[in-house]
């Protein structure tokens, strides 16, 4: 047989198929069957017959909301006043604002609580604190990366003509700042959102076990072996991300991300 | 306005600083009290490298450090390789194809950690596959090829389709066309995708902590079995200071190599 250049693409679908398809197709299938192998809405049952499981689902919900807005709140003037020649010129200082990612994620987590600890503000009364410091301290660089990125794009005289035309500080930051920035914030968030809704290195360290997200959640059940329940839990994981891809694809076209390089 | 402008430039530095001296509060904390030998965080009993001596003779700790390097490299080097391949053809395959195996892509980007750990831990379960080296080894290819496969195909959006023909034409094989003209055009994809792999790969725990065998320990699951009950071990924080080095020269090298590329661009402008 010939070669062609598109037969080189076997291995990574054969991959992706094998890894990434099929197991979400298990899930599928543990998520709507019994311990019997039998399919059923046993598990949709259990899971929204129990308040636990809602208030889990809720409060991990409200971190993340609270999170997402958070490191907007952080990032938006920190990436803006990066990407504004009038204040920064060197892109060393954007790299820096980046590089907390690049230490072990285990490490700075548990360095913030053992620093909050020390200076009196403590894991173990105070969790719901401590969580979300912890959550905006790893999640803030992630924000900064693509609205830097939007941000550069941006076409500053517009910003300038705003003003000539007579619009104060707060209009041109509604008007024209913020809507310019859309796509940017709506990656941004898309960054956040999700991730801390699953994650659970960060709250099960921050607040000694007192604050359970979705994440540690799923991770909790399943490791008491029970794979159907666990996996309707990923199932709805799955179907937030569908939501919240759906809706980030919708206001994002055109904008292409940010990276590294 | 003159002065005002200086006002709002003095604001902005002392905001950005603020928030930079934050971000990186626990980690210099922890520098800072990697160079004397106590216990517990936040007490001085004097300059000391004990700490470093200490980290090097920890053999757990050192074997952890050796086995998230082994991963992350192993695992870096074979998502490259697959997803760089992929991107090619994926590139050069009719649409209807192109489009689904974009969207199928798209999946590992955007999943949960814990769920894509989860679904191939349950795989490898019912398969009766014990977790091995190369179970972990899978699960962090799942988690990094994507982004290899994203790194490369713009790159290939910008190539001159004729460089392929023309070498065609002047007698190269496919294999070698491929080799020869293709890779060298999109290696600064290919390098990204390798750079960002190791970076997620270094990072993870959720993957890792589903996927590797029990005695197999990186340096994100050696630490979190510790942190969960007691404070950071004192060795850790001399290796903090390490990873910190490290990054921070990295830092250096990747804003250099930027400018030297915007410096390029610049140039074939003018």
Redesign the interface.
Not at chain 1, 110 to 115: G, H, N, P, V
């Given at each position: 047989m010939k070669?062609?250049?598109?037969?080189?693409?076997?291995?990574?679908?054969i991959?992706?198929?094998g890894?990434?398809?099929?197991?979400?197709l298990?899930?599928f299938y543990?998520a709507f069957t019994n311990k019997a192998g039998q399919f059923s809405f046993e598990n949709v049952e259990k899971f929204f017959s129990d308040e636990t499981n809602i208030n889990v689902l809720l409060i991990s919900l409200v971190y993340a909301i609270f999170n997402t807005l958070i490191c907007l709140l952080?990032g938006y003037?920190?990436a803006y006043?990066?990407a504004?020649k009038?204040?920064?010129r060197s892109?060393?200082?954007y790299?820096?604002?980046i590089?907390?990612?690049?230490?072990?994620?285990?490490?700075?987590t548990?360095?913030?609580?053992?620093?909050l600890?020390?200076i009196g503000i403590s894991t173990g009364s105070m969790s719901s604190i401590t969580t979300m410091i912890g959550l905006v301290?790893n999640y803030?660089?992630f924000v900064i990366l693509p609205l830097y990125t939007t941000m550069l794009k941006i076409d500053t005289y517009q910003l300038e003509a705003s003003y000539d035309l007579g619009a104060n500080k707060s209009t041109t930051l509604f008007k024209v700042l913020i809507p310019m920035t859309l796509p940017g914030i709506i990656s941004a968030a898309t960054m956040v959102f999700?991730?801390t809704?699953?994650s659970?290195?960060i709250s099960?360290?921050l607040s000694e076990f007192n604050v359970v997200l979705f994440?540690s959640y799923?991770?909790l059940y399943?490791n008491q072996a029970n794979?159907n329940f666990?996996?309707f839990m990923?199932f709805i994981?799955?179907c937030l991300?569908l939501v919240?891809?759906l809706i980030s694809r919708k206001s994002e076209k055109g904008n292409e991300g940010g990276?590294?390089? | 306005m003159k002065k005002e402008n200086i006002i709002s430039k003095i604001f902005a530095k002392i905001f950005l600083y603020t928030m930079l001296l934050l971000m990186f509060l626990p980690v210099l904390t922890l520098i800072f009290f990697s160079f004397t030998e106590t216990e517990i965080l936040g007490e001085w009993d004097g300059f000391s490298f004990g700490l470093y001596s200490d980290l090097f003779n920890n053999e757990s700790l050192m074997k952890a450090i050796f086995n998230t390097l082994l991963i992350a490299f192993v695992s870096a080097i074979v998502s490259t390789i697959l997803g760089t391949l992929g991107a090619i053809g994926v590139f050069y395959s009719r649409k209807k194809a192109k489009k689904s195996i974009e969207t199928m892509t798209q999946l590992p980007v955007v999943n949960a950690e814990i769920v894509m750990a989860l679904s191939l831990a349950i795989v490898f379960s019912t398969l009766n596959l014990s977790y091995s080296f190369i179970t972990l080894l899978i699960g962090h290819v799942v988690l990094t090829v994507a982004f290899v496969y994203l790194n490369v195909k713009p790159k290939l959006v910008q190539l001159d389709p004729n460089t392929y023909e023309a070498a065609l034409d002047l007698g190269s094989s496919s294999f070698g066309a491929l080799c020869k003209v293709i890779i060298p055009e999109i290696s600064s994809g290919i390098i990204s995708g390798f750079i960002i792999s190791i970076t997620l790969s270094l990072d993870d725990f959720v993957i890792t902590q589903y996927l590797k065998e029990p005695s197999f320990e990186t340096i994100s699951t050696y630490i979190q079995k510790i942190v969960v009950k007691h404070p950071i071990p004192p060795e850790v924080r001399a290796l903090t200071s390490l990873i910190f080095v490290v990054v921070m020269i990295g830092v250096i090298l990747v804003t250099i190599y930027n400018n030297s590329l915007a410096n390029k661009n610049n140039g074939g402008k003018k």
């Open positions: 070669f062609k250049r598109k037969f080189l693409a076997i291995p990574y679908v991959f992706l198929v890894f990434v398809i099929i197991p979400v298990f899930i543990y952080l003037p920190i006043i990066l504004n009038k204040y920064n892109p060393i200082l790299m820096l604002f590089m907390p990612t690049w230490i072990n994620f285990v490490i700075r548990s360095a913030t609580r053992d620093l600890n020390w301290y803030l660089p999700m991730p809704l699953s659970y290195v099960d360290i994440g799923i991770d399943f794979w666990g996996s990923a994981m799955l991300i919240s891809v990276s590294v390089l | -």
